[in-house]
């Protein structure tokens, strides 16, 4: 069992608002989470996937009145729609009665989906945390290349070899395209879905060509848009959006695009080892996703993440712009030797980066010219993390 970061920050939400809403792909350890913070207290769990949970809460209001004073926690959640007016109801009438905080554990895995119907409810009364997978400061720095191999998925990464483990992300990978993607109402063909998306772990870290791959699935440049928004909602992909201040410069507007874990990377490219993940072109594409996805979880609540390319070949990874408006630029290498490009500084330039660091595949900390700071990924995340914690 590793301990969660989110643990503590679910805690903290349940001190100060009524409703916490835990947002994750599936199998990221929601659930576990959830049943850790229920042993600590009077709770309730439903599972809302499962029919006799759903029949409990065909009164809504009648049950939920009986659980005054208790957590209750509310599993897939956005499978029930209309359950949020009842929650509102709910959190206002106990609020009257002196239960003001910690009410209600909402659990999901289409984000979109759930922020939508919260949001509208809710407003007011609820804090949203995210739940991604495994990531590198929990499981400690002598996992990092299992990790990045396998994923940060629980059952993946603690399978009894790399062999287990790529069969456990298959059937994930199948389960999504066969089951959990058709209950939320898209009508999609889970082939060319799957098409879609190992085309995207192809170009891990690749410009958005919308054309490119509507052009190699036979579809519309529509149906990629639609296809996309989709697995960005359900937090298996990431849609990295350009830096968009105005800075007199042409710059590259059309997002990036990550398969968020590294381990379904490889799941889909069919990449079963280290030798095999080492020997194929997507090798450094990979690892930047996976540093990338390590460095934003790290970063303080608030935070909001950037590439930046100008026209001119000035280019940055990654773009944290901090909740104190502070600016990170950040370069991700797999390499040994802590060095960047002049456009690494050109770009962190045009930006006014108050702080320059290069990720790299070193052992030590090393300082560079004009500010560049040199890092391996958990001296980088710990950097981060140490700021997360002074704002929480």
């Not at 029930?80 to 206002?92: A, C, E, K, T, V």
């Not at 996703?289 to 280019?315: H, K």
């Amino acid at each position: 069992m590793f301990t969660r970061d989110a643990f503590s920050q679910v805690l903290n939400g349940l001190e100060e608002q009524a409703a916490v809403v835990l947002l994750g792909p599936r199998q990221a350890g929601k659930t576990t989470l959830a049943q850790d913070i229920a042993e600590q207290r009077a709770s309730v769990y439903l599972d809302l996937e499962r029919p006799s949970d759903r029949q409990v809460l065909a009164e809504p209001d009648l049950y939920l009145t009986e659980q005054a004073g208790k957590l209750v926690i509310l599993d897939e959640v956005q499978t029930m729609p209309d359950l949020f007016n009842s929650l509102r109801g709910q959190i206002d009438a106990r609020r009257r009665a002196g239960h003001r905080v910690g009410q209600f554990l909402l659990l999901g895995s289409a984000s979109n989906v759930l922020l939508h119907q919260s949001a509208e409810s809710l407003a007011g009364r609820v804090r949203y945390i995210e739940l991604p997978p495994l990531r590198l400061d929990e499981v400690g720095a002598d996992l990092l290349t299992p990790l990045w191999l396998r994923g940060g998925f629980p059952d993946s990464l603690q399978a009894g070899s790399d062999r287990i483990s790529l069969r456990w992300r298959e059937d994930f990978i199948r389960t999504y395209l066969e089951r959990d993607i058709p209950a939320l109402g898209p009508r999609l063909p889970a082939a060319t879905l799957r098409r879609f998306w190992t085309m995207l772990a192809h170009a891990q870290g690749g410009i958005l060509n919308a054309a490119a791959l509507a052009e190699g699935l036979g579809v519309s440049g529509q149906t990629v848009g639609r296809y996309l928004d989709l697995l960005v909602d359900l937090m298996l992909v990431r849609r990295l959006m350009p830096w968009h201040a105005n800075i007199g410069k042409r710059l590259v507007k059309s997002p990036k695009v990550y398969v968020r874990d590294s381990g379904l990377v490889h799941a889909l490219l069919g990449l079963d080892s280290l030798e095999s993940l080492l020997g194929h072109p997507v090798v450094g594409g990979s690892w930047e996703g996976f540093a990338l996805e390590n460095l934003i979880s790290a970063a303080p609540p608030g935070t909001e993440p950037f590439f930046y390319r100008s026209a001119g070949g000035a280019e940055l990874d990654l773009v944290l712009r901090l909740p104190d408006g502070k600016v990170w630029a950040i370069e991700v290498k797999r390499t040994t030797a802590p060095r960047v490009t002049r456009g690494f500084h050109q770009a962190a330039a045009d930006i006014a980066a108050d702080h320059r660091l290069l990720v790299y595949a070193g052992a030590h900390e090393v300082p560079g010219k004009e500010g560049l700071r040199a890092l391996p990924l958990p001296a980088a995340i710990a950097a981060l993390r140490g700021l997360t914690r002074s704002v929480l």
